[in-house]
Structures are given as structure tokens and as C-alpha cells.
């Protein structure tokens, strides 16, 4: 059975840091590339980064770039997301996805960052 279970959201001051993690099961993780992508309240499901199986390249939103890093640990069979320098626009659900020839999805995380 395919799971990808998000953690790490919830409420953060603009300016602050999070670190969302993304554990998966069920398939082969360290042959997927993971990404991270974000739906805001009355928007659609939008892109924020992706990494590729082993690691070495990663790819990012203009919108994220500089304040996110994603990251992976294949003995772990986890990917993460490091989100500093919040911003309001940052609040969404954030969901975890794992790519090659099949496609998964996690349950998503929400993240709110208010004052």
C-alpha cells in the first residue's frame, strides 16, 4: 500500500521558519523524484519545488526561491521541505507528490502564517 504522509505544518508569524517532512511507503523512494505543491484557499494546486531521485538537482517556484529548500534522505525515506522567511501568501495545504511512472500524493499538511 502507497502512502506519502505529510507533517510539520501549522500556524507561524510572517518571517518565521518551518520545516514540513514527507514520509513515504510502499514504493521504491530513492527511484522517484518528490516534489512539494501547494493549494491556497479558492486557488489551484501549484508547483513550490522538486527534487530528483538521487538528490543532486533541484528545481523551485519563482515565488519560493531563496526562502525554500527541498531535500531528500533515501535511507529515511523522506523528503523535506525548509520554509524561511514566511510570508501570508505563503498559507495553503501543502502536499507532498513522488513521480516516475506511477504518481502519488499525500493527504497535505496546512500551513497558516498570520500575525
Known amino acids: 500500500q502507497v502512502q506519502l504522509v505529510e507533517s510539520g505544518g501549522g500556524l507561524v508569524q510572517p518571517g518565521g521558519s518551518l520545516r514540513l517532512s514527507c514520509v513515504a511507503s510502499g514504493f521504491t523512494f530513492r527511484t522517484y523524484a518528490m516534489s512539494w505543491y501547494r493549494q491556497a484557499p479558492g486557488k489551484e494546486r501549484e508547483f513550490v519545488a522538486a527534487i530528483t531521485s538521487g538528490g543532486g538537482t533541484t528545481n523551485y517556484a519563482d515565488s519560493v526561491k531563496g526562502r525554500f529548500t527541498i531535500s531528500r534522505d533515501n535511507a529515511k525515506n523522506t523528503v523535506y521541505l525548509q520554509m524561511n522567511s514566511l510570508e501570508p501568501e505563503d498559507t495553503a495545504v501543502y502536499y507532498c507528490?513522488?513521480?516516475?511512472?506511477?504518481?502519488?500524493w499525500g493527504q497535505g499538511t496546512l500551513v497558516t502564517v498570520s500575525s
Open positions: 507528490n513522488g513521480k516516475r511512472y506511477l504518481e502519488f
